[in-house]
């Protein structure tokens, strides 16, 4: 089944505790994207990469770092996790990025709920 | 960072009522995107439209990309329960914002029996 995972789902942590939420694709995609949903703002983009190794930062990236070694997968890490940072947070891909001219449909996992205290 | 304003950010109406979203910017976009999300679950594409002026028609569902290419419509006709949702819609301006895709706030739609 064409899928985009994430885990974990559901986190809880402390303020300044390095964590990573993972992300990984099984349609052989070549853009993925990091996104945050907070209420009344839709969805933000965070990062986003258009191949292996070739990342770069979306509209609210401040706080977060990202890595594309392997073509399915992109974690997002938090170094220093603060409650600012609490939300929901959802990967993507698609399978080119989005550009002039068309829009490929973005496949979303299911979402990671971030609590920071 | 190009802005993509919804409206209304809440419906709330009765099953069989006609309803319009709109998704407005100041900023061309070449082509648009509207996603349907449930409590719990990623969003999922509804549709895409990519020429100005085009009209496109998803079962009770009518969407609309504006001539200048700044504005959208989502239109349900008999609204029903299972229309429930939040609604995003999503563009991009490509040039030097290549890869990026800016989400609207969404519109939380709520249809009652």
């Known amino acids: 089944e064409a899928q985009v995972t994430q885990n974990p789902r559901y986190l809880i942590t402390v303020t300044g505790k390095k964590l990573t939420v993972t992300c990984s694709q099984n349609?052989?995609?070549?853009?993925m994207s990091w996104y945050r949903q907070d209420p009344g703002l839709g969805l933000r983009q965070i990062y986003y990469?258009?191949?292996?190794?070739?990342?770069d930062k979306g509209d609210v990236p401040e706080g977060y770092k990202v890595s594309r070694k392997e073509k399915r997968n992109f974690p997002l890490i938090l170094e220093s996790p603060s409650p600012n940072q609490t939300s929901l947070y959802f990967c993507a891909s698609s399978v080119e990025p989005p550009g002039q001219g068309f829009v490929y449909e973005q496949y979303f996992g299911p979402g990671t709920r971030l609590t920071v205290t | 960072t190009q802005l993509l304003e919804q409206s209304p950010q809440f419906l709330s109406i009765q099953e069989g009522e006609n309803l319009t979203v709109y998704c407005n910017s100041s900023?061309?976009?070449?082509?648009l995107q509207w996603y349907r999300q449930e409590p719990g679950e990623g969003p999922v594409l509804l549709v895409t439209v990519v020429t100005g002026g085009e009209v496109k028609k998803l079962k009770r569902l009518t969407f609309q990309f504006g001539d200048a290419r700044k504005d959208s419509s989502l239109h349900i006709t008999a609204a029903q329960p299972g229309d429930t949702g939040l609604y995003l819609c999503?563009?991009?301006?490509?040039?030097?914002?290549?890869?990026?895709?800016?989400f609207g706030q969404g519109t939380i739609l709520t249809v009652h029996p």
């Open positions: 999503a563009g991009v301006s490509g040039g030097t914002s290549y890869g990026k895709l800016t």
């Open positions: 349609m052989n995609h070549e853009y």
């Open positions: 900023s061309v976009f070449s082509s």
């Open positions: 990469s258009m191949n292996v190794e070739v990342t």
